[in-house]
């Protein structure tokens, strides 16, 4: 299979899970963009590893928890006295 018959098929799934992770479309449509982009340069390795939809959803997790970590980090707040 190459990478755009994966992306085809799979992209509504895929919305789909990052919606139900992010609780919000557009952040979900962002992850996603940015997970298939990195899974186009590295198809090879991922198609060959037997099981791309597992590994391409895995790095949509890691990529919603990758974004939380950040945003928390720019969203600390001091605390009052």
Not at 41 to 63: C, F, H, S, T
Request: aromatic letters at 10%; charged letters at 25%; proline letters at 1%.
């Amino acid at each position: 299979m190459t990478f755009e018959e994966f992306a085809a098929t799979r992209l509504r799934g895929l919305l789909r899970y990052a919606v139900i992770l992010t609780g919000d479309s557009e952040l979900a449509q962002d992850v996603v963009q940015e997970v298939l982009a990195r899974a186009q340069v590295k198809w090879g390795r991922i198609e060959r590893a037997g099981a791309p939809d597992a590994y391409v959803r895995q790095m949509v997790l890691n990529e919603y928890l990758s974004w939380r970590r950040r945003w928390a980090v720019r969203n600390i707040q001091a605390v009052g006295e």
